[in-house]
């Protein structure tokens, strides 16, 4: 059983830059496809980015160009670093894995609790 718990979240202004962590205290870490999602103020959840096992990423168009997902498998981590934050990507910053590649938030079976961020204008 995977158990994902997320840092890093803050309050920063447009511009500025964040790193989200999310260690993973599963044994099986490297096994997993892992995903950062957000959900905004009144809205679902939506995927962010993704990495495989391999280190192959895939990222929303929203945020192409700005944010880079890692990984560490030695240390069961994966990061998202955020640069050029906008107001629009404030919210809750969760963490997730999945047996296999998805960008499809409900596929993702194992979640964290959460990280806030707010971007201030």
């Known amino acids: 059983q995977e158990q994902l718990l997320e840092s890093g979240g803050g309050l920063v202004q447009a511009g500025d830059s964040l790193r989200l962590s999310c260690e993973d205290s599963?044994?099986?870490?490297?096994?997993?496809?892992m995903g950062w999602m957000r959900r905004a103020p009144g809205k679902g959840s939506e995927f962010v980015a993704g990495?495989?096992?391999?280190?192959?990423?895939t990222y929303a168009d929203s945020v192409k160009g700005r944010f880079t997902i890692s990984r560490e498998n030695a240390n069961n981590t994966v990061y998202l670093q955020m640069n050029s934050l906008k107001p629009e990507d404030s919210g809750v910053y969760y963490c997730?894995?999945?047996?296999?590649?998805?960008?499809?938030?409900?596929?993702?079976?194992?979640w964290g609790q959460g990280t806030q961020v707010t971007v201030s204008s």
């Open positions: 997730a894995a999945h047996l296999w590649p998805t960008s499809l938030v409900g596929d993702f079976a194992h």
């Open positions: 599963g044994r099986t870490f490297s096994n997993y496809y």
């Open positions: 990495i495989r096992r391999s280190g192959g990423t």
